[in-house]
């Protein structure tokens, strides 16, 4: 029979687990973001295939944050790694 203690360290242990994997899918999502929304637009320039664009619904959530300048000048640097712009 585990004691009450045990039991509170495996309980700390798994929000811990779950809270690293949180941390980490997040860190991750928004360091994708840039790559990912730049090869959108350029291939929609290349192709002149709106289609591309559908790509800003995956980061949708970080686009609605608006004017948010460490994500906007991310995005910006992947941008003009590819030589291309964003729609508008």
Do not use: Q
């Not at 585990?2 to 997040?26: C, M, N, Q, Y």
Request: glycine share 10%; net charge negative.
């Amino acid at each position: 029979m585990e004691t009450a203690p045990s039991k509170t360290r495996e309980g700390i242990a798994r929000i811990t687990h779950w809270l690293e994997a949180f941390v980490v899918f997040t860190v991750l999502y928004v360091l994708s973001s840039g790559p990912v929304l730049a090869i959108g637009f350029w291939l929609r320039e290349k192709t002149n295939w709106d289609g591309f664009y559908s790509v800003m619904w995956i980061y949708a959530p970080l686009l609605m944050w608006g004017h948010w300048e460490p994500l906007e000048t991310y995005v910006g640097w992947w941008c003009k790694l590819f030589n291309t712009v964003g729609p508008g």
